[in-house]
């Protein structure tokens, strides 16, 4: 939203947690890595293929809801940007002293605008595929078989392409963890983001009035990941959520993808 040239040492600083990603954001963001991650790591799997693919379908849609009614950093106006300041960004960053934005960054956002629009691309692609080739799905026999090695190829070109994305993103996260000395996957999971005091907040958000009981093992473990090696943490945080949390679910969902009816 308002920007600010960040300042070096940042890592040195005390900026106080903002809750920047309401609930909506943070679980529908982790819904659809399982759900992605499913589909991709195991796309032999169907009825569970489609099923998660639906899943994709409502989260893509309800999130371009929220992108228009909600308030705050998820709202799509407090991350739209001109090509001009998406290249200024990307040149600041490359050369170490990009901007901080209290929502989405220039490229992160048009990293997210990519991930949600292929997302929708083809997972619609997908469900004609499904038509076509299985006459299920809500399209039923609707789609004509002869159409179905072109639709096929069509959506696993989008599902390949959304991989790149996915690294593209992760590659994004990990590099403005790198320039801007915050852990932006914890962010993800705990809603706060460390928003120096100099940037105006938008309608709504505000800065805590007073300091927080920053005693106990947990408050001590957070405060650890997020001001004191944030880098470090992030890339922690990501193996652990990827070895400990999506792996384990998608061994779960393939487990259940025996039991579960074609449709
Ligand atoms: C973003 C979500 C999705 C991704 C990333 C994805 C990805 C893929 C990939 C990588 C393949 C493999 C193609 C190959 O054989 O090489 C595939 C096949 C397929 N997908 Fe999806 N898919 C998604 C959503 C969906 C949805 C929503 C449906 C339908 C309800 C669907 C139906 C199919 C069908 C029918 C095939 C062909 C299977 C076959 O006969 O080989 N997909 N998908
Ligand atoms: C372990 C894997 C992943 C991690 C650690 C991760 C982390 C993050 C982080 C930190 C952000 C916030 C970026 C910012 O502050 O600007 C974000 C946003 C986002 N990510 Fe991921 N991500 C992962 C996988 C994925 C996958 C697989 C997808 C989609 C297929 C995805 C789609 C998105 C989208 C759409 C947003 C924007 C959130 C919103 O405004 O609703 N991410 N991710």
């Known amino acids: 939203m308002t920007k600010l040239l960040e300042p070096t040492e940042r890592r040195k600083r005390r900026d106080p947690e903002v809750k920047v990603w309401d609930r ?3 679980i529908h963001h982790w819904l659809l890595v399982i759900a992605f991650a499913t589909i991709y790591l195991e796309y032999k799997k169907f009825p569970l ?15 371009i809801i929220w992108g228009f009614t909600s308030k705050g950093a998820a709202r799509f106006s407090a991350f739209w940007y ?5 290249l200024a960004y990307c040149r ?9 934005y209290y929502s989405h960054n220039p490229m992160g956002a048009a990293m997210v605008y990519a991930l949600l629009s292929t997302l929708l691309v083809t997972c619609l692609v997908g469900l004609l595929a499904y038509s076509a080739s299985q006459q299920l799905g809500p399209f039923g026999a609707l789609i004509p078989d002869a159409w179905e090695e072109q639709l096929i190829d069509a959506h696993r070109l989008g599902g390949h392409l959304l991989a790149i ?5 992760l590659c994004g996260v990990v590099w403005a ?3 801007h000395r915050e852990n932006y996957v914890l962010a993800m999971l705990t809603g706060l983001r460390r928003i120096p005091r100099a940037i105006p907040l938008p309608a709504g958000a505000k800065h805590p009035e007073k300091k927080k009981d920053t005693t106990g ?18 890339l922690l945080l990501m193996l652990l959520i990827i070895g400990g949390v999506i792996l384990p679910t998608i061994h779960f969902l393939v487990g259940i993808n025996k039991v579960l009816p074609a449709y």
């Not at 099923?51 to 893509?60: D, F, N, R, S, T």
């Not at 001109?82 to 998406?86: G, I, L, Q, V």
């Open 24 to 26: 909506f954001v943070r």
């Open 49 to 63: 293929h489609p099923y998660a693919g639906y899943l994709i379908c409502i989260l893509i849609t309800t999130r």
């Open 82 to 86: 001109r090509p001009a300041e998406m």
């Open 92 to 100: 600041d960053a490359l050369s170490g002293k990009a901007t901080y």
């Open 165 to 169: 994305l996915v690294v593209g993103h």
């Open 177 to 179: 963890t790198w320039l």
């Open 217 to 234: 093992l947990l408050s001590s473990l957070l405060r650890w990941l997020n001001f004191k090696h944030p880098f470090i943490a992030t």
